[in-house]
């Protein structure tokens, strides 16, 4: 995946006429040099802004494939050449280095959104506990019922605890003392709603 943005970048970076030229080609007025793909004495290679095709033997491509090509090499050693020998800063390390960085940004990001969207459902289960009046037999039996006044009697002491709990540390350690409660209360809840 990066290869492709790699190359991506490469292009966007470099004109083709200035890939040739620092190679040692010298385009004529009309945009061609002598194609080094084929033995010519009349240059066929046409170099456009972003790549070049060879009227004589057909190849074509972009300034990556063109070193590519020339050298022997796969594209990817090729994109190596040009980010060194143009300077560009791109080199695998610091480009997968950057990518690796947005990536995990990104992932920390819809982290904090889905923490954020648990710790507000807390917040409400915990409320709604709190409001909930206790269920009546014969709705529910004792059991259930048991469990719902064990839980409704814990509702004040999570809501202060998650009301304290103020930088995301203190939150992700109500998450890490408290998120299977909050499951249980939830399902009483469902349970307390659907009787």
């Not at 972003?50 to 033997?57: I, L, P, T």
């Not at 300077?87 to 280095?97: M, N």
Request: glycine content about 6%; some cysteine.
């Amino acid at each position: 995946m990066f290869q492709t943005g790699l190359f991506a970048e490469i292009k966007s970076r470099l004109l083709m006429r200035e890939v040739v030229e620092r190679y040692g080609f010298e385009v004529n007025r009309a945009g061609y040099i002598l194609c080094p793909f084929h033995s010519e004495k009349t240059p066929s290679l046409k170099v456009y802004e972003s790549g070049f095709n060879c009227f004589g033997c057909g190849v074509s491509g972009d300034a990556v494939r063109f070193i590519a090509l020339l050298h022997n090499i796969g594209d990817y050693e090729a994109a190596k050449q040009l980010d060194g020998d143009f300077g560009l800063g791109l080199s695998a390390v610091d480009y997968v280095s950057r990518t690796t960085n947005i990536v995990k940004i990104k992932y920390a990001r819809d982290v904090v959104t889905s923490f954020e969207t648990w710790i507000d459902g807390a917040y409400r289960a915990i409320t709604d506990l709190n409001r909930a009046t206790p269920p009546r037999p014969p709705v529910v039996t004792g059991l259930q019922a048991a469990k719902f006044l064990a839980l409704q009697s814990m509702a004040d002491f999570l809501f202060n605890e998650l009301f304290s709990a103020r930088t995301k540390a203190q939150q992700l350690q109500f998450y890490k003392n408290y998120h299977k409660t909050i499951e249980k209360i939830n399902e009483v809840l469902y349970e307390h709603n659907t009787n």
